[in-house]
């Protein structure tokens, strides 16, 4: 199935495969998009959307009866197309809030906080995806299907749940006119901290700082 045929007027519109697979489409092509830097100003609410938008896919896959694939080997899609230079940009992009604190696993007791990259995340979230639209382009739907949903649970969806969060907290910062603490420490190059609490590099960001790069307007004190 090629690009041309991806969205063809003879699939049925109401089909869960085709619902599910506009939606990995549209959020590979915004993302993207967005890694460009056109529209810097805009970029972390749009992402907000698309993230949101995307984990809604993932729940349906997650509600969703498992998926069997039609052969018991997954066919060959070749290699993962390089998103490097995708990461380096979202880096860029979102620099000083790409680093953010992250809990794996929250029924875990006592699992230590890590650092985490949004630019990393949403990369790591792409390749998930990409690997499962190549079995759809391909016309093996099934497959596809099966991909997005094993890796939903087994990856892409734990790891675009962090990112939403970290993302919604940015917003929520900046709209409700609540400065970011000073985040001092840890890069994701280094080990946790155990149980200590977690701070992470980015220097002093201010709501000042952040609000107008990213085009968001804070509240007004009442």
């Known amino acids: 199935m090629s690009d041309a045929t991806l969205h063809a007027t003879t699939q049925d519109p109401d089909d869960f495969a085709v619902q599910i697979a506009d939606q990995v489409e549209s959020f590979l092509v915004a993302v993207t998009e ?9 970029a972390v609410p749009f992402l907000l959307l698309e993230v949101s938008q995307l984990l809604l896919a993932g729940g349906r896959l997650g509600a ?18 390089d998103v490097d230079e995708l990461r380096e940009n979202l880096a860029r992009l979102l620099d000083p809030i790409d680093v953010y604190s992250e809990v794996f696993d929250p029924y875990e007791p006592r699992k230590a906080p890590v650092p985490a990259r949004i630019s990393d995340d949403l990369t790591d979230v792409i390749t998930d995806l990409r690997h499962g639209m190549a079995h759809y ?38 709209r409700l006119n609540q400065p970011l603490e000073e985040l001092d420490g840890l890069d994701t190059d280094q080990s946790p901290m155990g149980d200590e609490t977690l701070e ?16 968001m307007r804070p509240v007004k004190q009442q």
């Not at 596809?144 to 929520?172: D, E, H, I, M």
Request: no cysteine; glycine share 10%.
């Open 200 to 215: 992470f590099e980015a220097g002093k960001v201010m709501q000042e700082e952040i609000g107008g790069p990213l085009g």
């Open 137 to 174: 382009r391909s016309g093996r739907t099934t497959e596809a299907l099966w991909w997005w949903q094993f890796s939903y649970f087994s990856n892409w969806g734990s790891t675009a749940s962090a990112t939403l969060r970290a993302l919604q907290s940015v917003v929520a910062h900046v």
């Open 34 to 42: 967005v890694a460009k830097g056109d529209e810097p100003d805009s």
């Open 64 to 81: 969703h009866e498992d998926i069997v694939p039609d052969e018991r080997y997954e066919p060959d899609t070749g290699p993962d197309a």
